[in-house]
């Protein structure tokens, strides 16, 4: 007999689906209307709780929900003569990457990420880039189908947007999915900075199976050394902060869901590593990229699915079991925040007595830490201060203690009878009893477990 979560499974992938449901409010950062600068700024500052209705498109059969962009918004448009008008700007930004560390970046319109820009299939889009950068830029509009001129690639289809001018880009949108933005102009300096946003085209015609909650995430590192506050461009690969949307863990926000609803999250990458991005117990279906939703017939079932440089996955599921899950990069050291490096491993190496103490005539305030693992870390981070502007390695606590996590982790939150747009931190889960891990001895010798002698 199938089971309960069996059920739910087949009963999304067949297309009965969970209908999308409206909500009473709307967000204002996804009005087609124009905001002023208070309260575009209040917008981010207080984002709302729910989301709009399903819109629905010039000429479309069926609905699109808009996304929602963890820690991020989405770009305003006004209608001009039939033609969506978005405006862009590039600028230095200062950046909070989580509380206690901050750093001037590039981005747009104020934040890195950019704003996401929403459009449907057949929309003509008007986009006027202004740039406020000491240097000159450009936009691609990462792959998306369009004309040569507007493609963005700054000295060979057109000139370099100098500091100070406005250009603008018009061409009609002619197929759909999730796509991003980024320069093409001295890249390794402008995205290293953070200037890089999500594009969606949500299809002309809807979809088969509706979704009810759309989230965008991007992938980013950051190279900002210890004490400094501008990122490195020039380090790309090594251990550094590692980031969803711009943010590390704890900062990230995390993702809400209801039983039985059709989650999505849209994972774009533009940092210099290629991300095998995680979700616990919740198998999902790979179901596109910026080529567009797929054929349910290439969709592919997977727990764990690699986001190469440049690519874009869509990852859709709907939950069966309610609780707090991890989503991550499988990458241990992208769950790490500042980091040095070519630091000798002292695991198993007793650092106290004797040794501690010629160290703190030499290094006064030295303390030695990493005896006995990474963990040591986070706890000397509570009362041991680190240098300015940085983050401790490992971070974060829950219910049960440290998470002992950071960089590119956060929290699907699956909860019993959430209401439909309903995005709200519900809290810690509350476990069930009986249904938890738990201590059975405190005897190291408990038991009598089959074990090989390494050396026979």
Known sequence: ??????????ISITGAGVAAAGTSAALAQHEGHTMSEMQRQDAIEHPPHDTPPPRTAPGAT?????????????LPHKMVGGVKEFHLVAEEIEHEFAPGTR????????????PTLEAV???RLRIFVTNRLPEGTSVHWHGIDLPNGYDGVGGLTQPHIPPGETYVYEFTLRQHGTHMYHPHVDEMTQMAFGMMGMFVIHPRDGEALKIDRDYCLLLHNWALKPGTYRPDPSVMVDFDLWTFNSKVFPAIDPLVAAMGERVRIRVGNLSMWNHPIHLHSNPFWVTGSDGGRWPQAQWRRESTEIVGVGQVRDLEFVPT???????????AHHTMNAMGHGVPNPVGVDQGGEVQAQMRKLLPGHMAMGKNGMSEHARHGAHMQGPDNTLPMMTGRGPYG??????????LKV???????????????????????????SDPDFGNPVRRDPYR
């Not at 007999?1 to 087949?10: E, K």
């Not at 750093?103 to 950019?114: E, F, I, K, S």
């Not at 079991?321 to 990458?331: I, K, N, T, V, Y």
Request: glycine fraction near 14%; proline fraction near 9%.
């Open 415 to 441: 909860r019993e009878g959430l209401a439909a747009g309903d995005f709200r931190d519900p809290g810690p889960y509350a476990m069930p009893a009986g249904k938890i891990a738990r201590k059975v001895s």
């Open 62 to 74: 069926q609905a699109y929900r808009p996304v929602r962009t963890l820690n991020g918004w989405t």
């Open 103 to 114: 750093a001037r970046c590039w981005g747009y319109n104020g934040t890195t990420p950019g």
């Open 1 to 10: 007999m199938p089971s309960r979560r069996d059920v739910l499974q087949m």
């Open 321 to 331: 079991e309610p609780g707090d899950w991890s989503l991550h990069c499988h990458m």
């Open 121 to 123: 299939e057949g929309d």
């Open 402 to 411: 440290p998470l002992e996590m950071g960089g590119m982790f956060t929290v």
